[in-house]
């Protein structure tokens, strides 16, 4: 029944794809005090009347420095809730950085540029490294109830961010910047906007960047980095213009090596260790070897924004895209005696989103609906470390067709006197099409499919209502409250397809196929409740937030004691947690020259019940989810005076778990990052010219920063890297 009424909502939303509606644009609180100055703002989609997000906004992006310029992720770090750890202060170590929200690992999470999704596979979740943030206005985060017009691609457990494009200015201009730094530290960005042309009223802008630096310990580069960006604006009538965008990156750069727990105990004599800079010949010793543990990512990505006003009352949007990544990665194993693993991604992904807006005297309403096609084809070949020699394959699967998905959605919003309201309520479905391994043998190593290697076709859905209220007490004093359901489709195939491999006899034994332990995935459901208040004079502004959340079907490492004689552990989606805790956000104004901001946060995300490893119960009932601190704080001033601004900032994290026993303990750390500023305006030959010097780790702290793991692996095999030391940058830029 549920899938009855859902399907005639998409078949409402195609019928009336011809029809008008109002484009979905944001919406920021306009800051109380010294606007100019201010790093983040409440926000909310266009024709939505609660305010459920946080947007950073330019000036916010820029405070957080150059490794804010090519990361997302480092670009959102001053919000409470938020924990980015990072093994480089460049911002350029891709897919070695973590992020969570509210304890959720944020690779579970949505990212989209104008609404359109950005994420690929292994690992499933969004490629925050791809882009320039100096082509955005602003970044906008959820943690909680997700906007339904979002596309949300996989899912939004981890929240939602999305990225708002600063299009083509309607005055010609250009941005130049140049930076220098530590470790041959080297970003340049051009940025050119053509202005409104006459005639034809088209506006253009073009940038590129080049960004490259050495890796602070061990041999090896973390570049260079490339990026590209096209935009365009046209205007089609007095009230909408057509707008797309085309944006390219390649990224080439080595990795740095993980520490082992036992060697973190120690970290000031292991803080500087890294992959091997010389071949020896040794197998088990080259898979150390440094460019054999190291990646190429390139992205392709286009969307297109295509208005149509039909009335005061009705305009319609559709957003088409087309996302193309070709990456490989190298990395060295222990397996057969030491061999280096090509781990290939071909990732193609096309859709569009259509909404309709209309105005009501009582309320608006929007009804939309996304589609989307995507091939993810995942290789990987081995091969010997000594000689480099072709050992075969580590993992062929073929899919028979491309994943679909389909979301409709309907949102309404409205007010009541005081309050304001809004409801929503998506559908999700997804279609994983069949897929078919193969098995390779030597010496020809031919392709050939083997039937207990096949996987069926399976299909994934799931309503998500979401619900919004605001209380206008006073123009100073409001409150607010939310209810958000959030997926995350299934993922981590490549992990359950190598333990199938690793052990296919035992399985074959047992009478166990790969499509049995695919029986065992399902979607992760996270629902969340939001209650919270936002209060504001000339001189303060304080915004708090309780949340509470439950987590089902999590990812979770189960024991089979059917393969082999010792049994063997794989994943499956049987594992349930609870989060709850608060995020602050405050801002003190004193005069016009000095602001200071405290972020805190605390988040308590504990698993609800023990979990069954190797025919042994682990005792993680109540315990910490494993990366997930306890306290966090962002903290900082913002000193200005004439030309001159100074921001020292301060970051706290509380001490975390490696593995779910709890027994894996990483310290607590605070660290303090400093940039010194200068801006002169209105100078003959340029509008700004800005310096900016900033120091990453100001007092040379050693600490644990990224931590890589799954949230349920057993202790022992999770990945520790230490946090970058002391490291400045220069950086100097013209407006014209």
């Known amino acids: 029944m549920k899938k009855n009424g859902v399907w005639a909502l998409a078949a409402l939303a195609c019928l009336l794809v011809g029809t008008p509606t109002l484009a979905a644009e944001t919406v920021t609180l306009d800051a109380m005090v010294v606007k100019e100055k201010k790093l983040v703002t409440p926000t909310r989609q266009t024709h939505e009347t609660v305010y459920t997000g946080s947007e950073i906004t330019r000036e916010g992006i820029a405070a957080q420095g150059a490794k804010a310029a090519v990361s997302v992720y480092e670009a959102i770090n001053i919000l409470p809730g938020i924990s980015v750890e990072s093994v480089d202060p460049y911002g350029l170590g891709a897919e070695q950085k973590s992020i969570r929200v509210r304890g959720v690992r944020g690779s579970l999470g949505a990212m989209t540029v104008a609404g359109v999704p950005n994420y690929g596979g292994n690992p499933m979740g969004p490629r925050d490294y791809i882009y320039d943030t100096e082509n955005f206005e602003g970044i906008a985060v959820y943690k909680g109830a997700v906007p339904a017009d979002l596309g949300t691609g996989v899912g939004a457990r981890g929240g939602a961010i999305e990225l708002r494009p600063l299009w083509p200015e309607t005055e010609a201009g250009a941005l130049v910047g140049q930076g220098v730094g530590a470790d041959s530290y080297s970003r340049t960005f051009v940025r050119l906007d053509s202005g409104t042309l006459p005639a034809v009223n088209t506006r253009l802008s073009v940038s590129g960047s080049y960004t490259d630096a050495g890796k602070w310990k061990g041999p090896g580069d973390l570049g260079p980095r490339k990026n590209f960006n096209f935009m365009l604006s046209q205007p089609i009538s007095d009230r909408d213009e057509v707008r797309f965008q085309l944006n390219y990156n390649s990224l080439d750069q080595h990795l740095y090596r993980p520490l082992a727990y036992a060697e973190t105990l120690d970290l000031d004599a292991n803080h500087d260790k890294d992959y091997n800079a010389n071949l020896t ?184 209502p979401t619900l919004g209220v605001t209380y206008l007490f006073s123009e100073n004093l409001e409150f607010h409250s939310s209810y958000g359901r959030n997926h995350i489709r299934p993922y981590a195939y ?43 004079t000339e001189r303060m502004e304080f915004l708090p937030t309780l949340f509470y959340a439950k987590h089902k079907n999590l990812l979770s490492t189960i024991f089979d004691p059917r393969i082999g004689p010792n049994g063997v552990n ?22 016009e020259h000095v602001i200071f901001f405290l972020n805190p946060s605390y988040t308590d995300l504990t698993y609800d019940d023990d979990l069954i490893f190797a025919e042994a119960t682990l005792d993680t009932e109540g315990n910490q989810v494993v990366d997930v601190p306890e306290w966090m704080v962002k ?80 202790g022992g095999i999770t990945s520790y890297y230490a946090g970058a030391p002391f490291t400045a940058m220069l950086t100097v830029s013209l407006d014209m």
Do not use: C
Not at 419 to 435: E, H, I, S, T
Not at 515 to 535: K, N, P, Q, W
């Open 281 to 464: 010949g040794i197998a088990a010793r080259d898979i150390d070897y440094y460019d054999y543990n190291r990646g190429d990512y390139v992205n392709r990505d286009f969307l297109s924004v295509i208005p149509w006003t039909f009335s005061d009352l009705f305009k319609l949007t559709i957003k088409p895209y087309y996302s193309k990544e070709d990456t490989e990665i190298l990395g060295g194993s222990t397996a057969r005696g030491g061999i280096v693993q090509k781990r290939m991604r071909d990732i193609e992904r096309y859709g569009f989103i259509s909404q309709i807006d209309s105005r009501f005297s009582w309320a608006t309403a929007s009804l939309g609906y996304w589609f989307e096609s995507s091939d993810m084809r995942i290789t990987q070949e081995n091969f010997n470390a000594a000689t480099l020699a072709f050992k075969g394959y580590g993992m062929v699967m073929e899919s028979e067709d491309d994943g679909i998905g389909h979301s409709p959605y309907i949102k309404l919003a409205g007010s009541i006197g005081g309050f304001d309201w809004q409801a929503g309520l998506k559908y999700f479905y997804y279609r994983d099409p069949a897929g078919q391994g193969y098995t390779a043998a030597a010496p020809d190593y031919e392709l050939v499919k083997a039937p207990d290697l096949y996987r069926q076709e399976k299909s994934y859905d799931e309503l998500e």
């Open 494 to 536: 490549v992990p359950l397809v190598t333990v199938y491999n690793n052990n296919r006899a035992a399985f074959q034994a047992a009478g166990v196929t790969l499509d049995d332990m695919f029986s065992g995935y399902d979607m992760e459901i996270t629902d969340t409740v939001e209650l919270g208040a936002r209060f504001r």
């Open 570 to 591: 794989y994943q499956q989606n049987v594992g349930e947690a609870t989060g709850w805790g608060f995020d602050v956000e405050m801002n003190f104004f004193f005069g």
């Open 635 to 714: 903290s900082g001033l913002i000193l200005s005076w004439g030309d001159f601004t100074i921001i020292p900032m301060l970051r706290y994290m509380d001490e975390r778990y490696g593995n779910p026993e709890n027994t894996e303990k990483i310290d607590d750390y605070w660290v303090a990052d400093l940039k010194l500023g200068y801006t002169r305006k209105n100078l003959s030959f340029a509008d700004a010219l800005n310096v900016s010097l900033e120091v990453i780790n100001l007092f040379d702290e050693a600490y644990v920063s990224l931590i890589q793991e799954n949230d349920t692996l057993r």
